[in-house]
């Protein structure tokens, strides 16, 4: 009978993407994949720190497993990725049931780990973040040799794939622990990247996004006088044949270079959407964060997008309730939003993280109520910025790479024409009827109607993947 693996994940894309290396490793040693932790022989929790109530989350699940471990002793538990990195010893303290705590930067060596609890049920910690262990050449594994290793039948889609070009943060902003628990800034070989992506295409992958924490901070030194910047990676990319979209995120504000801009706009496959968190719209708070702007140097990038870029569709994160953010700070940040026009915004309520220099110098002096107000405001703002961003679209039609049935139809398979979902290369999301033979494929579909969070509409013209290029369909009635 084969292994079972159950994984849990939260988090970012970083961590979508870690989760599907680590199934691919595992798959390779004979697993297979069940969603039910009491049916694995092996049950892992990918796991994110940047908030509290992840982090929450993962010591309840944990919680609710320690019975189950204790009647199945032979099942191995582990914890992965930024919480094992942040925490280390200490779940295995509050959790004494987890058999193994491993950080961002050894997840290749989770073969190895769960071979040695089986062998002798021993607790193994693997949290270094120094991935050239030239003292152990036989576990070296950079993300040069792992990153590659991946497996096209675990991932999310088969059309889509993230492909990381760096990993680390250099930049500690003073809330966040990324830095910490994923270590300094290291690019990634252009060449690497390359061979991946073209590897991506042969597997029949259609988009790709390229992550990073600080994706447009990207850069190589071939050492002989050649710098690259992520403009010239994508440049060097795109005709990488069967790639239709380019995608990357997450972008520094600061960072935002025209050499860039000029390449999202010239490079016909590099989809124009820029996800550029602000954070606030207050210089005050902004210093505070250590975010290396103000929000007129702010405002002046956006400018330069939309300039370059005709039709750019931008993004962005912000945080409410920042340490000492006051009323009139808050009203900054949703003057921002109201004029700044992002397709969206991802709102949090700050969470101080123990060794960040935020949780160091200065007072969480913001009311949980309080945050929950300031978060709601700044949704419901957001919300009517998008609902009109949206409504533009109605009347048009746009190019949607299919990716599935949507949340509603995946409820009932038995449809005779389910809603199919999809995303514009302005990342908008569109809902419309169509076969499921569709997915993978780009239509065209006129957008009849539009909330402010999805556009609908009908599919105008299929028109590739057929083999048979563009042609008409037949409406489907809505
Ligand atoms: N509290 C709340 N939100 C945070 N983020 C990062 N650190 C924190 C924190 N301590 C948010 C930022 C970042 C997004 C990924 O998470 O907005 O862009
Ligand atoms: Fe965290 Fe700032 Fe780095 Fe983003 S840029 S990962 S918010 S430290």
């Not at 991946?150 to 902003?173: E, H, L, N, W």
Request: aromatic share 6%.
């Amino acid at each position: 009978m084969s292994k079972k693996l159950c994984i849990e994940t939260v988090g970012c894309q970083m961590n979508v993407l870690d989760s599907e290396l680590v199934v691919g490793s595992l798959r390779r040693q004979g697993y297979s994949l069940t969603t039910e932790p009491t049916e694995a022989d092996v049950i892992l929790f990918n796991t994110c720190s940047v908030r509290q109530h992840a982090e929450d989350k993962v010591y309840s699940a944990l919680g609710r497993l320690r019975e189950h471990k204790r009647r199945h002793p032979h099942k191995v538990i582990g914890v992965l990725g930024c919480m094992a990195q942040k925490d280390q010893e200490l779940i295995r303290q509050r959790a004494p049931h987890v058999d193994i705590v491993c950080g961002t930067g050894q997840l290749a060596r989770l073969p190895e780990l769960i071979a040695a609890v089986k062998r002798d049920g021993s607790f193994q910690l693997a949290v270094s973040l120094d991935r050239h262990e030239a003292s152990r050449p036989e576990v070296e594994r950079s993300f040069e040799s792992y990153d590659p290793l991946r497996d096209p039948t675990v991932r999310p889609s088969p059309f889509q794939a993230y492909v990381r070009i760096m990993i680390g943060c250099d930049k500690f902003c003073t809330y966040c622990i990324v830095p910490s628990v994923r270590g300094p800034e290291q690019s990634r070989h252009p060449e690497h990247i390359a061979a991946e992506v073209r590897q991506l295409a042969d597997e029949g992958c259609k988009e790709i996004t390229f992550l990073g924490q600080t994706v447009n901070s990207w850069k190589h030194d071939f050492g002989d006088g050649r710098r690259w910047r992520l403009a010239d990676l994508l440049l060097h990319i795109h005709d990488t044949p069967g790639i239709e979209r380019i995608k990357f995120l997450t972008n520094f504000p600061r960072d935002m270079s025209d050499d860039l801009l000029d390449a999202v706009r010239d490079l016909p496959k590099v989809c124009p959407y820029l996800h550029v968190p602000a954070q606030s719209g207050c210089n005050e708070v902004l210093k505070r964060m250590k975010r290396l702007y103000t929000v007129e140097f702010y405002r002046d990038m956006l400018a330069r997008c939309r300039e370059r870029i005709p039709g750019v569709a931008i993004s962005s994160d912000f945080i409410v309730g920042f340490c000492g953010e006051s009323e009139a700070s808050f009203a900054r940040t949703c003057e921002l939003v109201r004029t700044a026009g992002f397709k969206n915004s991802y709102i949090f309520k700050y969470s101080p993280r123990p060794g960040t220099k935020a949780d160091e110098l200065f007072a969480d002096d913001v009311p949980e109520e309080v945050k929950k107000r300031r978060n709601n405001d700044l949704l419901a703002i957001q919300n009517a910025v998008s609902l009109a961003d949206h409504r533009r679209y109605i009347g048009r039609t746009v190019e949607v790479l299919v990716e599935g049935r949507s949340k509603t139809s995946l409820k009932h398979p038995d449809e005779d024409v389910p809603q199919l979902t999809g995303r514009t290369v302005t990342d908008h999301i569109v809902v419309f009827p169509g076969p499921d033979r569709w997915a993978g494929r780009t239509v065209r579909v006129a957008i009849e109607e539009a909330t402010a969070f999805t556009l609908f509409g009908t599919v105008v013209e299929e028109p590739n993947g057929s083999g048979a290029g563009p042609r008409r369909v037949s409406l489907p009635t809505v």
